[in-house]
C-alpha cells in the first residue's frame, strides 16, 4: 500500500472549518484513501472515504486533487469533540481484508 | 454499524504471567481484526481471526505469543502469553462495516500493564 504524509499537529479554532492535508504521491489506480480519528482513550473511528471524487457525508467532507497524490479531509465546524489524531489511510478496497496501515497521523486540537 | 465489547477494558499484569481479552459483537461477521497500539505509538495489526480456521498473523506476530480463538461469528479472544513490560499497550479488537470496503469498527480496547 502507498505511505502517506500527514503534518505532525494543527491547531483550529472552534466554530471554523479545519482542513487536514495529506500526501500520497504513490498511491495506485485501485487504491483508496481512508480517513480515521481517535480521540483519546477510544479506538480509532472511521470518518471518510473516496477513491477520486469528492465525497462529504455527515461528518466530513474529502477533496481529492485530480492526480490523486494529495487530498484534504474538511470538518466544516469543528468543535472541541473533534479533538483528535486524524490518520489518512491509503489502501485497496478489497483483499486487504481489514489490514489497514495507520501511520502517525496528525494531532488536531481545537480550541475555545 | 457493529457495537463491539472488549473485555476488560484495563489491567495491570505481573510479568511471566498471560491475560485474554474478549471481543463481543452485536452481530455476526465474518472477519475479525486484532490490533496493538504501543505507548505513544500508532496501530499496528497483529492478525485476522476468521470462525472455523486459525487466525493469520502479521510479520513479528507469532501464535505462541498472541493465540487467537474464534469459536463462533460473534466472539472473539486474544491471549498475550508470556508477558514481559514490552507487552504493555492498548490491544483493540476491529471488524470490517461491509464487505471489502475497509471500513472498521473498532472497540474501545484493552489497557494492559505489564510491571
Known sequence: ?112 | SAVISQKPSRDICQRGTSLTIQCQVDSQVTMMFWYRQQPGQSLTLIATANQGSEATYESGFVIDKFPISRPNLTFSTLTVSNMSPEDSSIYLCSVERSSGANVLTFGAGSRLTVL
Not at chain 1, 491547531?11 to 495529506?22: F, K, T, V
Not at chain 1, 465525497?55 to 469543528?78: C, V, Y
Open chain 1, 1 to 112: 500500500d502507498a505511505k502517506t504524509t500527514q503534518p505532525p499537529s494543527m491547531d483550529c479554532a472552534e466554530g471554523r472549518a479545519a482542513n487536514l492535508p495529506c500526501n500520497h504521491s504513490t498511491i495506485s489506480g485501485n487504491e483508496y484513501v481512508y480517513w480515521y480519528r481517535q480521540i483519546h482513550s477510544q479506538g480509532p473511528q472511521y470518518i471518510i472515504h473516496g477513491l477520486k471524487n469528492n465525497e462529504t457525508n455527515e461528518m466530513a467532507s474529502l477533496i481529492i486533487t485530480e492526480d490523486r497524490k494529495s487530498s484534504t479531509l474538511i470538518l466544516p465546524h469543528a468543535t472541541l469533540r473533534d479533538t483528535a489524531v486524524y490518520y489518512c489511510i491509503v489502501s485497496r478496497r478489497t483483499d486487504s481484508w481489514g489490514k489497514l496501515q495507520f501511520g502517525a497521523g496528525t494531532q488536531v486540537v481545537v480550541t475555545p
